[in-house]
């Protein structure tokens, strides 16, 4: 019986092969497409879930609350926090501390690199598991001229025969210090939301900054280890107002969030977990189910609109004894068998594209056919889109009545023919859905990489002011400024679109005792607004002139507006931070210090020439060669013992928004695919459609009726459902995409012409995709078209 029914598929298939491609082509493209979204899924929802014992492992971070409303959620904290934590609180196993990334000049014989790496507490590698090659986890960072390195950086210094032959050897550091290998580990998997090359014993960053001892100081991240069976929303309470206790100023709640969670829950609102990465993943799977639903729908219209030409098959089945139980089975089972076959093409299609998905979106993803949980999954998927796409047809062909059939008066039914509008018009609701979804995510994309940001971030390079720069940094920036295409030279603390360093501490004349208000800060060098072509509205920048601009500050409109002052008000208003009395001696216009996704926070700009570790040099525009040439001169001039290495700012401001742009892509080329598999089926039932009609045509010919006209009569059907899923899919693309941009603090607006267009796109593919099959049958002899009439 089975044998029958194959035979009887394949002969189905080969009588049919135009709608047996469109179905094998369509389902083969949206299962490849479902296969790769669920790689990089799985590659996503894999990130930190390696480390043993990895659900007792938390972040400290801290919710700090301001007099102006706003809750800011931050992984800074105190370093005390680390002591008292084991101190005060049994439920604590250990406690590991965590600088933010330091990149550092490594000296061994004659190479000399710089590399990427971080500062950590001793437990570092009896919490986290980063297997060593070589060295004890308890001990590697016990000593404070410890260093723990990677296996690359040990090939890299050692040779690739280091095995057994590096710990006790020295590495210097940044010209300052030797440190002794302790130990050596592995690869740091590329799902780990930790990427070093090097860690370096805490106890020599906290020698170096004794800042960080004070309550009243974020700095530092710090990571905790619970022990078995302890409640850590217990915890949460218990820790909670901790930091207040030691600072009464602090108004701050210290939690901890599962390290586990981290790379996909990551996004604070207002003090609440409002989600992350994780929206990306719940995007994509819907957009997975889309094509899969699409490329479903091609297989069921396409099946019920030729149901005619199987009909007498299933008369002549039913009168030998079938029952519709076994009729459902078999048709059932030649959508299975059509699906699994496409799922051979589409894993085939898959391994043709992964090069280029990897590549696209920074992974190392890959099928493991030996891992049962692959196939499984992607046989299941299979299997799912095989009962979805044949259980409509297979009712629907069961169902046939015997006599109907027999006598040859069977008709296509009105409600069958609905149902198949139906399914149209939610085909292209879905596809039309996508393009306002891509159009809005690239329009956004363009806002954020063309924004006016109040800098010129254009022309500008920056590297860190290190050895001989430093010290004779006045000689530098002269000799500097007399070379080919270097326009301006300065100094600052921080890049000044990712400001990281904030403060409550100044006061004003007329400041309220009880508010809180958030200052951004940056110490910068004299021309640090003219380098980065910020605009001064009021008063003027820092002079040599003025002895006194070590305490006097420049504010933005924002801080301004925070201290109740106006343009006209603002200049010479008193300003204490930190021991420091001085002035507002200027005013600028707002500039962006962080990312879109944030409002522009109020800003002090300080004269601390001292702090300012990070070099810029503004290069004339249409020299820029000229000028890395002659800053590399220069620069290994003062530096010969560091590698010279720059940083374009308009480069390092996009690889802020690096995410967007890879789901920007990834929905741009699903998006396609969508439309494709649509218009596959589109194709399918215009070709259906006119032959259907064929007779019709040729009686229209005969009495006149001109090509165009029946190729506008033949489109007019399928152009009106199209336009009806228009109608349902915008108003929801409007709220899903106004939705997504609220998260930006500054975007676009959803104008009307991104839903116009993508209504006339949808319209024009549509059009296009049934114009061949209008224009073949308008353009037919009506002769052999009525012949048999």
């Known amino acids: 019986m089975w044998k029958n029914y194959l035979k009887t598929a394949f002969r189905s298939l080969k009588k049919q092969k135009i709608f047996a491609f469109i179905n094998v082509a369509g389902l083969s493209v949206g299962l490849a497409c479902c296969i790769l979204i669920l790689l990089w899924v799985k590659d996503e929802v894999a990130y930190d879930q390696f480390h043993h014992e990895g659900d007792q492992i938390y972040r400290v971070q801290r919710h700090a609350y301001f007099t102006d409303g706003r809750i800011y959620t931050w992984q800074s904290v105190p370093k005390p926090l680390n002591e008292a934590f084991l101190e005060e609180y049994p439920e604590f196993s250990h406690t590991v501390l965590w600088s933010w990334q330091q990149e550092m000049v490594f000296n061994y014989g004659d190479k000399l690199f710089r590399e990427e790496g971080n500062f950590a507490g001793k437990d570092f590698f009896e919490v986290f598991n980063f297997p060593l090659l070589e060295g004890d986890a308890e001990t590697v960072l016990e000593d404070i001229d410890a260093i723990v390195i990677s296996n690359t950086l040990a090939q890299k210094y050692f040779g690739t025969n280091w095995q057994g032959n590096t710990l006790g050897k020295t590495i210097r550091i940044d010209d300052r210090k030797d440190f002794k290998v302790t130990g050596v580990f592995a690869e740091v998997p590329s799902n780990s939301s930790f990427q070093f090359d090097y860690v370096l014993p805490m106890e020599d960053f906290i020698e170096r900054n004794d800042w960080v001892e004070h309550w009243g100081n974020s700095g530092l991240q710090l990571f905790v280890k619970l022990h078995a069976g302890s409640d850590f929303e217990l915890v949460n309470e218990k820790i909670k107002d901790l930091i207040r206790s030691h600072q009464e100023s602090a108004n701050a709640d210290v939690f901890l969030q ?310 006209s008000t603002v200049i010479g208003q008193r300003l204490d931070m930190w021991g420091h009395e001085g002035q507002i001696i200027g005013l600028v216009e707002n500039f962006h210090i962080s990312s879109l996704y944030s409002a522009i926070d109020p800003l002090i700009i300080r004269f601390d020439p001292e702090n300012a570790q990070m070099l810029f040099v503004r290069t004339k525009a249409g020299q820029t060669q000229e000028a890395l040439a002659s800053l590399a001169q220069v620069y290994q001039e003062f530096n010969p013992n560091y590698p010279f290495k720059y940083t374009f700012l308009d480069e390092d401001y996009a690889e802020n928004y690096e995410n967007e742009v890879i789901i920007g892509k990834l929905a741009n080329y699903f998006a396609i695919m969508a439309i494709f598999i649509s218009c596959l089926g589109l194709f399918g039932l215009a070709s259906f459609t006119a032959e259907q009609r064929s007779k019709e045509m040729g009686i229209r010919k005969v009495l006149g009726a001109s090509v165009s006209h029946l190729v506008i009569l033949l489109s007019a059907d399928f152009s009106k459902l199209v336009l009806l899923a228009f109608l349902i899919s915008a108003p929801l693309a409007w709220y899903l995409m106004d939705d997504w941009l609220s998260d930006f603090a500054y975007h676009v607006n959803l104008s009307w012409w991104i839903f116009g267009l993508s209504g006339l796109l949808a319209v024009g593919i549509s059009w296009f995709t049934i114009s061949f099959q209008s224009f073949k049958a308008a353009r037919s002899n009506p002769v052999e078209v009525l012949r048999n009439e």
């Open 258 to 567: 599962p390290y586990e969670d981290i790379r996909l829950y990551s996004d604070y609102k207002d003090g609440k977990l409002v989600g992350g990465r994780i929206e990306y993943i719940r995007i994509f799977l819907l957009v997975a189910l889309f094509i899969l639903i699409i490329a479903s729908i091609n297989f069921m219209n396409l099946a019920t609109a030729r149901s005619m030409r199987r009909a007498l098959e299933i008369g002549i089945r039913k009168v030998v004894g079938a029952s519709k139980r076994r009729l459902i089975a078999q048709f059932m089972g030649e959508s299975i068998f059509i699906t699994m076959s496409s799922l051979i093409l589409a894993l085939l299609l898959v391994e043709l594209l992964l090069p280029t998905f990897n590549e696209l979106t920074g992974k190392e993803v890959f099928i493991d056919y030996f891992n049962p949980i692959y196939l499984l999954s992607f046989v299941g998927v299979a299997l799912f889109t095989g009962l979805l796409s044949g259980s409509y047809p297979a009712l629907f062909l069961s169902s046939f009545k015997i006599v109907h059939v027999l006598k040859g008066t069977l008709r296509h039914s009105h409600s069958a023919a609905l149902f198949r509008k139906g399914l149209v018009v939610f085909q292209f609701s879905l596809s039309i859905l996508l393009i306002i979804g891509t159009l809005t995510i690239y329009r956004q994309l363009n806002y954020i990489m063309n924004k006016n940001l109040g800098i010129d971030k254009e022309n500008l390079v920056y590297m860190p002011l290190e050895g001989g720069i430093n010290e004779k940094y006045e000689t530098f920036k002269h000799k500097l400024m007399q070379q080919v295409g270097i326009q301006e030279v300065t100094t600052s603390s921080q890049n000044p679109l990712s400001v990281g360093n904030s403060t409550t501490d100044p006061e004003w004349d007329g400041k309220d005792p009880n508010s809180s208000i958030l200052f951004s800060i940056i110490n910068a060098h004299y021309d640090f607004l003219d380098a980065m072509k910020i605009q001064l509205v009021e008063g003027r920048s820092f002079s040599p002139a003025f002895s006194t601009d070590t305490s006097n500050v420049i504010i933005n409109r924002v801080a301004a507006e925070a201290m109740g002052l106006t343009d």
